[in-house]
């Protein structure tokens, strides 16, 4: 009864019987048993889970799923929502991590068992792990204020009472969600026994009557402690008693792969079926961060997403794990996962940290954050007296300046704190004074620019601030500056991390041991800060470091003008010869798909992470000739992977192209918006293949056209019907080209490398004019 509640789509449908979309709408009109829609809308239906499998067994489709998608689907269509069954499964996993001999005599018997002994094992659980946690009894509605809805069903929705607008930032306070809000396993009301001492609610100006914030969330006068709101809260009876199939099937996950990893698992793929919703914190950055910090016993995440951060630092004895997000369903998901991944305490709430601090009596050795970027409602009107403002009251502006006094404020003297930050925080004139006050006492010790591309936004280079509540006024201040830009990837592959890493560790490593770091040009410096008090006090790095001189100066340009000379010379020598004109008539011509029906070539298309993690082959590369530069989430579709001889089409741009394989290339996996041909050798060649493709007017003949891009139909492409040897003969004329093509586009790459190089050097003083 309980798996009749769980939906799926068509698209799920599709995945359970290992056929497209087409075949499922198909059925719907030819069969008139099929399973009718219980929910969705008219063009996008959803199907009772257990109705669809009963159908498709019966009629001889139900193919064999994969365990990983079963419960996939159980936790997409669940009836409230898959953030609430995330925690569930999250609650569960962690039961079975901790106390396998419990769950298993909880399951052993039905499901109204499994729902009826389940919430006092959890609560014990949950209590060892996260403090006290509110109970079991039932939750009403309570009022959150105008603009705002409690929803004790597990939903989530309403006006963000804390920080950012949503999409904002997902490792960050503030997603657009009110931490009023419940999902089930989240709480939303305030618990009888709080986990850590009740939180100040900074708000000064308070006035007779009851203050709120700007959302309408009703907050504390000065000084009285406001309801701290735990990350997590034991689902009830019968909200367990709904999740019941999804249970059981994460729990036969976590047998054959472990409840972390099952954990993760589920996280991850959601994470990736959401990604306008999440802007994630990407792990390399986040060992970079943790390093930075350095070992602590005592860790805080004033702004925690889905827990990237703490889950970086690496683990000691006795840890403490704080974490705090506006979000109750982040919140939740983080608390879960750190749990499941190391010992440490943890403790987790829910709530607007600038707000409304949950743990406002803390002194961690170390704070990590990545706050959300640009954010005008943070506060600024409730907290002009707060105490946090050691350095200056910041202006409605400068919300990240805000969420670095926090972060001072919560260390214990000497602890430090790295925060993500963007790159206006260091040269916006609205918090020069801040600046120049944090670097006057000592408490700012490096400014570290990232390369574009190394985190969301990933159009700017963004900043990491490494900073240390003083325990004593430095002698001689000086502060690390570094700028890591020149390690940005090409196309889309991202930073060059292990080269980011070792220079950034480097530098402040040596920084740290001395105090100061000689001129590292173009890389790193240490600055000392009377030379930063101007009326400016901009930090960014690029400003105050020597140019490159060894990178970009003379004996630099000569190389690469002596590898230019050498690949014009090649291009010449690969330059096509005269055109001759080619007796008159036509080919018999045959289509991609009907050489596929004729097993004469096999097509696959991409986009499928699998499970080994493997360089991605994306549409970009393919386009600009370069080598694999993606990656692919994890899933349970095995990934396509390229063999020397493939032929690889991309089917959106409107572009023609085609690539074969090579060695260098063979083995990564087909990205998203390729199509992938494996011509039987001993019927096609691949060159010939490749070259017949790109034919103008054949791609125009097989694309079709939308309102606001072009798609590129693989199987209307067509080829002329030759016999093999005269395929090979224009096979080897197609090469030829290729090679020319690929020598023009070096040289490109070259002549401009060779223009800013001495446009720079030019400008720099480091080349002579003549």
């Known amino acids: 009864m309980q798996d009749n509640a769980t939906e799926v789509t068509a698209a799920g449908i599709a995945r359970l019987a290992g056929v497209g979309r087409a075949a499922v709408s ?39 799923v994969p365990l990983r998608e079963r419960v996939w689907q159980q936790l997409v269509g669940h009836p409230e929502g898959p953030l609430t069954a995330l925690v569930r499964a999250g609650c569960a996993l962690l039961l079975i991590h901790e106390r396998p001999t419990v769950w298993l005599d909880a399951s052993a018997g039905s499901d109204a068992r499994l729902a009826a002994m389940l919430p006092g094992a959890l609560e014990q659980v949950l209590t060892a792990r996260f403090g006290s946690v509110p109970g079991r009894a039932a939750h009403g509605r309570r009022s959150a204020g105008a603009g705002s809805a409690v929803n004790t069903s597990g939903e989530v929705g309403g006006v963000n009472a804390g920080s950012a607008a949503p999409g904002v930032n997902a490792d960050a306070s503030g997603r657009g969600v009110n931490p009023a809000l419940t999902t089930s396993g989240v709480n939303s009301s305030p618990p009888s026994q709080p986990v850590n001492t009740p939180p100040v609610v900074h708000n ?138 190391s010992r440490a ?10 707000r409304a601090d949950a743990h406002p009596e803390l002194r961690a050795d170390a704070v990590l954050c990545h706050p959300p970027f640009n954010e005008r409602n943070w506060g600024h009107d409730e907290l002009a007296y707060d ?11 400068e919300s990240e300046l805000a969420w670095v006094q926090h972060a001072l404020a919560r260390l214990a003297d000497g602890g ?89 560790l480097d530098a402040w490593r040596a920084f740290e041991r001395g105090g100061r770091l000689a001129e590292r040009p173009g890389l790193a410096r240490s600055v000392p800060v009377i030379e930063l008090l101007d009326d400016d006090v901009d930090l960014a790095p690029a400003r105050h ?35 001759a004109p080619a007796p008159g008539g036509r080919w018999p011509l045959t289509t991609i798909g009907e050489l596929a029906r004729g097993g004469a070539l096999m ?23 370069t080598a694999p530069s993606g990656t692919l989430p994890e899933s349970e579709e095995e990934a396509v992977l390229t063999e020397p001889g493939d032929v690889v089409v991309p089917v959106m741009g409107g572009g023609s192209m085609a690539r074969v394989i090579d060695d260098a290339t063979g083995g990564a996996a087909l990205g998203r918006n390729l199509v992938l041909l494996r011509p039987d050798r001993t019927a096609l060649d ?5 070259g017949f493709l790109r034919g103008t007017a054949n791609n125009r003949q097989a694309s079709s056209y939308a309102s606001t891009a072009t798609r590129l139909d693989v199987r209307r492409l067509q080829l002329p019907r030759l016999p093999l040897d005269e395929q090979r003969r224009y096979g080897a004329r197609f090469r030829a080209l290729d090679e020319f093509e690929r020598a023009l586009r070096h040289a490109s790459r070259l002549g401009e490398q060779l223009v800013r190089g001495t446009y720079d050097g030019l400008t720099d003083g480091t080349v002579a004019p003549d």
């Open 26 to 64: 198909n059925w719907r009109r030819r069969h008139a048993d099929f399973p009718k829609p219980v929910g969705g809308t008219e063009t996008s239906p959803s199907f009772a889970l257990a109705e669809v499998e009963a159908w498709l067994r019966k009629q001889g489709k139900l193919a064999e």
């Open 686 to 690: 691949p060159w010939f293949l490749a």
């Open 204 to 341: 000064p100006a308070a006035v007779d009557a009851t203050p709120t914030t700007t959302a309408g969330t009703p907050t504390a006068t000065p000084g009285t402690p406001a309801p701290q709101t735990p990350a997590l809260r034991t689902p009830t009876g019968p909200q367990l008693l709904l999740s019941a199939p999804l249970l059981r099937g994460a729990a036969e996950l976590a047998a054959e792969i472990g409840a972390r990893q099952a954990f993760e698992f589920l996280v991850g793929r959601h994470l990736d079926a959401n990604p306008r919703q999440y802007t994630l914190t990407p792990a390399e950055l986040a060992g970079l961060m943790a390093d930075l910090a350095g070992p602590a016993r005592t860790v805080l995440d004033p702004a925690c997403g889905t827990g990237a951060l703490l889950r970086a630092v690496d683990t000691r004895p006795d840890q403490e794990l704080y974490a705090q997000d506006s979000a109750p369903d982040l919140a939740a998901l983080t608390a879960l996962r750190l749990a499941l991944h």
């Open 416 to 504: 430090t704190a790295v925060l993500l930050m963007p790159p206006a925080a260091a040269s916006r004139r609205s918090g020069r004074r801040i600046r120049a006050d944090l670097l006057r006492r000592g408490a700012l010790r490096a400014v570290v620019a990232l390369p574009v591309g190394a985190a969301p936004p990933y159009s700017i280079p963004l900043h990491v601030w490494v900073l240390r509540r003083p325990d004593r006024t430095p002698a001689s201040p000086e502060v690390l500056l570094v700028d890591t830009g020149r390690f940005a990837g090409e196309g889309r592959g991202g930073p060059d991390w292990p080269a980011v890493r070792e220079t950034v």
């Open 387 to 397: 105490p946090r403002w050691e350095y200056g009251f910041p202006a409605r502006t």
């Open 545 to 579: 470091l020597p140019p490159a001189a060894v990178a970009d100066g003379a004996e630099q340009l000569t190389a690469v003008r002596e590898r230019l000379g050498e690949t014009l010379r090649l291009t010449a020598e690969l330059t096509p010869p005269p055109a």
């Open 603 to 625: 097509m696959r298309t991409g986009g499928n992470g699998g499970h080994a993690r493997v360089t991605v082959l994306t549409d970009h590369d393919v386009l600009a000739g």
């Open 345 to 354: 305490d943890v403790r987790g709430a829910v709530g607007d940290t600038l």
